[in-house]
């Protein structure tokens, strides 16, 4: 039987204070298979953030393991694990981070650079995201130009331009109204299951979490299934 796509087996994370060492993750275990979706819930401050950061490998375990297609990331050094980012792993953070001197286009193209140029498919495909996000017109638009709504649609599209096989969302709708909050929910979950790629959103958006497939709630640094959203 074939491993899922991404798994994470027992992962503990711990920082060093001057006291005691600081345990935010303890025993957490995952896995996902291309196409699904998954929402972590909790406090704030349960370690939500820093499962993410894990997950995309800019955090490595204290203990435990984390592999992204049969690859265990612990065995890569730092250029392997930037290249495995640049190619298999796609963030969108609650603050979009568009450059604010870049157009929205020149913003999408941003993760092509990790190759070391921009090809005209690069570019076309760029243009088909933000078509597609309901940015086709507003290309050349600078992001002080654009609504908070289109901000973040802008920030989804970057997230998808290198086709990753996962996609982190760090409370992607957390700075944003219900109604847009929701659209933007919407088409994330749509731009997600076109693409087969897999999806971990960290919230405290009930109403985001309510659309994924599979809810977990992360609290006192364990993950577990959470039962409490309807």
Known sequence: MAMPALVVENVTKE?????EPLVVLRGVSLSLEPGQNVAVVGPSGS???TLLNVLGTLEPPSAGRVAIDGQDVAALNEAALAALRARKIGFVFQDHHLLPQCSVLENVLV?????????????QRARE???RVGLGR?????PAELSGGER?????????MNRPRLVLADEPTGNLDRATGQRVGELLLELQRQSEA???VVTHSAQLAAMMNRRLALDEGR???DAQIP
Request: hydrophobic residues 45%; glycine residues 4%; aromatic residues 2%.
């Open 47 to 49: 370690g939500k953030s």
């Open 15 to 19: 920082f060093s204070t001057r006291a």
């Open 198 to 200: 897999m999806l971990v």
């Open 129 to 131: 995201l933000l078509d």
């Open 138 to 142: 507003r290309l050349e638009h600078r």
């Open 152 to 160: 973040q649609r802008a920030a989804l599209a970057r997230a998808l």
């Open 111 to 123: 993760p092509t650079l990790a190759a070391g140029r921009t090809t005209p498919d690069d570019v």
């Open 223 to 225: 993950l577990r299934e």
